[in-house]
């Protein structure tokens, strides 16, 4: 039997969204979860049939049209017209690995039972995810404000027969995956619709994936690093413990305590140098790095709380007898640090970039462009050219989208998050990236190549030489963007 993860509203830590990101397990809910939601679920029905005020999004209108009040009969006729109204999204498809993220988000959310969904409907979206039913939803459509309204619209319009998905390797009609299971299509009661379109679960998709991937691109960043400071002969002065006691910031503490034990026992490392000091980018490792990796622990903190948070709108609170309207929507926490992990994350590849420039200058009793025979073989040349091209591109993505508003609902979401366009960009970075480490790879595993028989550290060695069973040394040139796309995937599956 496969193992079973259940959702309930005892907070998640990273090692649980680590663990679910590698073992894939099926999820269920718990017992509690299941109370919470019939519970609130019971309330709101029972309250809306005894009272006919307006709350917000359950018996009136969207948005700017918050006024218009909306018939018991006309309910369920509003969050049907809601989801397909707000499926507007536009551009690339997203990937399956960030929807998968999203139903495992928004199921989580509404198990906190303050949305006022039925059981059915969370239970529909957990066969979705176990399953591996997964919805086409596009990139372009949300300000990351009222919520990820058009991605999560198309996410949910399969519930009703509607949108597309992909099951087993096939692109169907919501309607032909319902006929196919045998499943009727949902019917939305009041606020469910509004529950499903409410919430931060886009912008928060990429930004868990985002930390997963950036934590592990850190340490591959740092280990690369290491084997491009032996390549290139540098001193190891600048990780010496007294430097960093002097300023101590976290990451660079431990960036320095980690390339203090490599270089203790690294050959090439202890190793006497001729010159005096190395450029920022060896010298300087321990204070880039260590930024980053500072960066990146305050951007989990917050992604780990909006986890475990309730971002749709209304929120209902049974035990108090309240139905509250208020912003929980709202994507700024996330926008902020979303473009703040965009720039951390890229400097890793532009240092990485230099690093590799130096490699090929044909200094320190390196050949030029790491090939033996220069000219007549050009070696890692254009190698080079590829990872500026990508740093460049890199910076581009780092241009904030959370600096910009525009007004939408005719004034009524007059401040907008634009958290979404940030976490797209994050994912660009992060893909981008793992081309730039897998570029500065090669260009330090030939650099090594060329100082045989001395050697890096033992640890780093062994690393090395099992990259070496994926891409041999460039001994003349041959065709390298296959070279650099082996690298890139072997690295993906590096921890």
Not at 4 to 22: D, G, K, N, R, Y
Not at 396 to 402: D, F, V
Not at 457 to 462: C, F, G, S
Request: glycine share 8%.
């Amino acid at each position: 039997m496969s193992e079973v993860f259940q959702i309930s509203p005892t907070p998640l830590e990273w090692s649980a969204l680590h663990h679910i990101s590698e073992e894939n397990p099926r999820i269920e809910l718990s017992a509690q979860s299941k109370e919470l939601i019939q519970v609130c679920h019971e309330y709101l029905q029972n309250k809306m049939a005894q009272q006919g005020t307006p709350v917000y999004g359950i018996n009136t209108g969207f948005g700017a049209l918050h006024g218009t009040q909306i018939s018991s009969a006309d309910m369920e006729k509003l969050q049907l017209n809601l989801l397909m109204s707000h499926a507007c999204g536009a551009g690339r498809e997203v990937s399956s690995v960030i929807v998968r993220w999203m139903l495992f988000l928004k199921i989580r959310s509404l198990a906190y039972g303050n949305s006022g969904v039925a059981m059915e409907t969370v239970e529909r979206l957990i066969a979705f995810y176990n399953e591996g039913i997964t919805p086409v939803v596009y990139e372009l459509g949300s300000l990351g404000a009222s919520g990820d309204l058009a991605p999560l619209a198309h996410l949910c319009l399969p519930l009703v027969g509607l949108g597309e998905v992909w099951y087993q390797g096939k692109r169907m009609s919501g309607q032909e995956l319902l006929a196919l299971k045998k499943w009727q299509p949902l019917h939305l009661k009041a606020k469910e619709g509004l529950a499903l379109l409410n919430g931060t679960q886009f912008m928060l998709a990429y930004g868990v994936h985002a930390v997963l991937e950036g934590r592990r691109q850190i340490l591959l960043a740092d280990r690369i690093a290491a084997l491009s400071f032996d390549g290139f002969g540098c001193r190891k002065d600048p990780f010496a413990v007294e430097i960093h006691q002097a300023r101590p910031h976290p990451g660079q503490i431990a960036t320095a305590l980690q390339f203090r034990q490599w270089f203790e026992v690294s050959p090439l490392a202890v190793k006497p140098k001729t010159q005096v000091q190395d450029p920022y980018s060896f010298r300087c490792i321990p204070q880039v790095h260590g930024a980053t990796k500072d960066a990146m622990q305050h951007v989990a903190n917050v992604v780990l709380t909006e986890v475990n948070s309730v971002t749709d709108n209304p929120n209902i609170f049974p035990e108090e007898d309240l139905i509250i309207s208020g912003g929980n929507f709202h994507g700024q926490p996330l926008a902020l640090v979303l473009d703040f992990l965009a720039i951390a994350m890229a400097e890793l590849g532009s240092i990485s970039e230099r690093r590799s420039y130096l490699l090929l200058s044909g200094q320190r009793g390196l050949p030029p462009f790491l090939v033996a025979n220069p000219g007549l073989n050009s070696g890692l040349m254009i190698a080079q050219y590829l990872a500026a091209s990508i740093v460049n591109r890199n910076k581009q993505h780092c241009t904030p989208a959370s600096v910009d508003t525009i007004p939408s609902s005719n004034g009524q979401e007059d401040h907008v998050s634009m958290g979404a366009n940030a976490a797209v960009k994050l994912f660009q970075v992060i893909e981008n990236l793992d081309v730039l480490l897998a570029i500065e790879l090669m260009h330090a595993s030939q650099a090594l190549h060329f100082r045989k028989p001395e050697e890096t550290a033992p640890v780093l060695q062994v690393w090395l030489e099992q990259f070496r069973q994926v891409v041999s040394i460039i001994e003349e040139d041959r065709v390298l963007s296959l070279d650099i796309q082996k690298t890139t995937e072997w690295l993906r599956h590096q921890s």
